[in-house]
């Protein structure tokens, strides 16, 4: 596999390094400078958190909870890093993998599996927490991203709209026009790819020779490259890039470099086509290990911080749990809802027909 | 801003659809218009002629040439509360932005449980008979009428053009708006002050002329043939009810049963390939409704099921007045 061009184009935007050191000051570390001990501590919480409702979603899955589930391990920092610099009106429109993002907006837990059970096609309402559902075609939602901030750019509003993919789907036309057309209309967006090196086994290789940041910086968009793995310079890196979506100065593209520690779904075998030995590489990367070190250079990571953010996270998947057991699955007439804003006379046809029909057995739930 | 015109007047096609651009926007600040060369041009058939030097560039948006694109776009403004108006440029283009029409517009609203509506309005000049090169005289709508979640109509005169384009931009729902563009130039009594209240419903068919022998049904460009089949058959003693069917998805059944009950025969005739097509499901339905009124079986007369022909062949591949007589024919004589 060639992959000598990761780190050939752009430095890595790093902010703490593997082992926790910090770097040297830079204009990122700058702009993260008001993250204090209690933030880094809340920070080192959510990563904590969202890594436990992943592993928890697997473990529903094996146990036929769930239809299927798409683990995010180890890019719960690329995640939680962009998602903590997001203001609550700005606009998220994500992929499937976003868990975390979705932990930070506000979703339940809960009403993200209901989708993964087939419960429902949408978990929770996209207005409530400013984010769309997970957009299972891959690259189609960066263009709605581009249209709802070119929305947002006509309403005169100062909101930003971030929209997640990863590095399969830059080889997608949608994610080619999202680009040519966000730079064309300075679209307040900014365009996160997670690079987990992996579209389920294609190596990223195989998508692009040169980085995904050049990609964009081929369509006027200026680019970023970020250590996905290093919470603070995602955040950081999203905080400038939404600077300049704020103030008008059009699209950002940040690459994070991250991996997908795990399988692409629950269905997928990475022993098939993934090398043991990288999966080690990456792991010595972690990007909870890292700020835990960090923590504890900083003399803050003890027994109490630690045990805190364990029971927060045993408790979320506690609840998890019990509301994926507790679903309330729909009604089979359910079929036939929200096709149509207004009425349609085919499927109130369809309706009918199906209800009569279900009608000529006993005891059948309508 | 505008010039009130007095009504009706008479005014092409394509004129009406200017006007009716005009009005929606007028009369709702979030309806706003994208496509490939609208703007300065007023588009290739000039459908939007001045509507930008009147409305600005954030109402009549010019955009990069990629339809997956502008349609992606539009599903992203509706999301933020506009009411978009996409212009395909030629029918034939429409299959970049097959994925977001099928996947994105038409699911969104059942997808969020109909927490995001998508009021999206896609135009599409299409059919034949204009002597083009090829990928510009193609009959997709097919395509889009067996897609749950969309709507689609196609106008057949000035006056439909004018109202049913209004009707559809006022929609919650997405319309796949099929405009016949060989009949763009022909005038019609348009009423553009007409209440949208009062207006005669989008999605219902309508007798355009009554007759007892036979109902010929057609939509978009082959209305006008079908009432010129009507009058010739007229010459030779035959008298055959017309139906603009208006509406492809949904079907007004209502409409087709009650005439086929009449006349007990039926032909159904479109640009598209008869094989899967509209009529094909039409004449499903009417053997289902109408089984013991039909005297004869349901005829198609449509495209051949090849890719549409080179300029120089499209008369032959074109259902016209004689095709669709012979069709009739068979209905009432039986094959020849």
Redesign the interface.
Known sequence: MNTAYFTTGDELIQIVAPDGARSEPSEFSESVADISTDKLCDLYEDLVVVRRIDAEATALQRQGELGLWAPLLGQEAAQVGSARALRSDDFV?GSYREHGVAYCRGVDPTQMLRFWRGS???GW???RYNMT?PAI?VG?Q???????????K??GVEGAVITYFGDGATSQ??IS??F??AA?FEAPVVFFCQNNQWAISEPVALQTHTSIAERGRGFGVPALRVDGNDVLAVLAATRTALMRAREGSGPTLIEAVTYRMGPHTTSDDPTRYRPAGLDDEWRAKDPIDRIERLLEREGVMDETLRGRVAERADDTAADLRRGCLGTVEPAPMSLF??????P???IDEEREAYAAYRAGFEGVQS | MTATLAAPAALPMGKALNAALRRAMEDDAKV?LLGEDIGKLGGVFRITDGLQKDFGP?RVID??L?E??I????????????R?VVEIQFDGFIY?AF??IV??VA?L?????????M?ITIRVPYGGGIGAVEHHSESPEGYFAQT??L?VVSCSNAADANMMLRQAIA???PVLFFEPKRRYWQKGDVDVTASIEDAYPL?RARVLREGVDATVLAYGPLVATALQAADIAAGEGRSLEVIDLRSL???DMDTIAASVRKTGRLVITHEAATFMGIGAEIAARVQDQCFYSLEAPVQRVGGFTVPYPPAKLEEYFLPDADRILDAVDRTLIGPA
């Open positions: 429109f429902t096609q949408s309402d996209p207005y559902t075609i189609s960066a263009l709605h991203a581009t249209g709802y901030g070119l929305g947002m006509f309403d036309g949608d026009e999202a040519g057309f064309s809802d929200n096709v149509y804003a207004d349609h006379p085919l | 706003v954030n955009t990069p990629a997956s694109g349609v992606g776009t539009a599903v992203g403004l509706a999301m933020r509360g506009y978009p970049p994925d977001q996947s994105q699911k609203h059942y997808r969020t449980g109909g927490n995001v509506k009021p749950a979640g709507r929609s919650d729902d999605h998805s949904p079907l």
